[in-house]
Structures are given as structure tokens and as C-alpha cells.
């Protein structure tokens, strides 16, 4: 497979807020900026925050959308973690193991931005289950799916 980077285009209401969030917050790195976009950089990835005309809706629960990162190392998922409560962001999930003693046993929490986006992070203690574990018929928490 050839090095590429993923790319995720998103809404925002508020570019001061999400500058606060996403470079002061998690440590993204800012790229280009235009009167309706900023680009930013998350772990090497590319995140590009458009402004959209009205903030969106708040999410009940977090399906069906969210996206975010799965740490390799448990460490730096720590770190981040750690991270985001010194700085004050808004977790939607505290963090928390899900699936414990199963082979998709991860660490998880869950932050919302201040245009209400759902970002994810995890560590997976068995690296199979990122994209392994096909005999395990489960993908996400059956109770977190709104209504």
C-alpha cells in the first residue's frame, strides 16, 4: 500500500473557537486559512474545518458520526487524554475501556467540539482489532445508538 494521508472536511460555526479547540486543545497544527476554511494538521493528517451557516445539530449519542484517531501506542493515548482535561475541553465520553476481556478490548473517550463534532480516540490493546477479529460480530455499543 502507498503513504497517504486521510483528509476530513467537517462543519464549524465559529473559527476562534475551533482554533481554541483543535490547535490550543489537542496540539493540530494550522495550515492554510481562507474567510470560510482553515486547514489543520492532526497526527500527520489533514482536517479541514469549513464554515458552515448554521451551527449543527447536537447528535443524540454517538452514532452514526464521529471520527478521531486509534493510537498505536497506549501511552500517547494517555497523553492526549491527559491533554484534553488540562486544557479544559468538552468530553461527550469520559475515557473508559469498552469491551473489556474480549480481543476488541479498547480504551475510548469521546470529545465534542465547540461546533458539536464528535471526535474519537482510542487504543486497541490487541492491534488485530483495528482491522482484524472478523469472528466478532460486534462494532460499537448496540446502547449507543440513537433512537
Not at 475501556?97 to 480504551?107: D, K, L, M, Y
Amino acid at each position: 500500500m502507498s503513504k497517504s494521508l486521510f483528509h476530513l472536511a467537517f462543519p464549524i460555526h465559529d473559527f476562534d473557537a475551533t482554533l481554541r479547540f483543535y490547535v490550543d486543545g489537542l496540539g493540530c497544527a494550522v495550515g492554510r486559512r481562507s474567510k470560510h476554511a482553515i486547514t489543520l494538521g492532526l497526527n500527520g493528517h489533514q482536517l479541514v474545518a469549513h464554515l458552515a451557516a448554521e451551527q449543527p445539530l447536537k447528535q443524540q449519542g454517538i452514532y452514526p458520526r464521529h471520527f478521531g484517531l486509534v493510537f498505536l501506542s497506549q501511552q500517547d493515548w494517555q497523553a492526549l487524554a491527559d491533554r484534553a482535561k488540562a486544557k479544559g475541553l468538552s468530553f461527550y465520553q469520559q475515557p473508559r475501556v469498552r469491551f473489556s476481556g474480549t480481543r476488541i478490548e479498547h480504551r475510548t473517550f469521546f470529545l465534542e467540539d465547540p461546533s458539536r463534532n464528535l471526535i474519537e480516540f482510542k487504543h486497541y490493546t490487541h492491534e488485530s482489532a483495528i482491522f482484524g477479529e472478523q469472528d466478532v460480530g460486534e462494532v460499537g455499543d448496540a446502547s449507543e445508538y440513537s433512537e
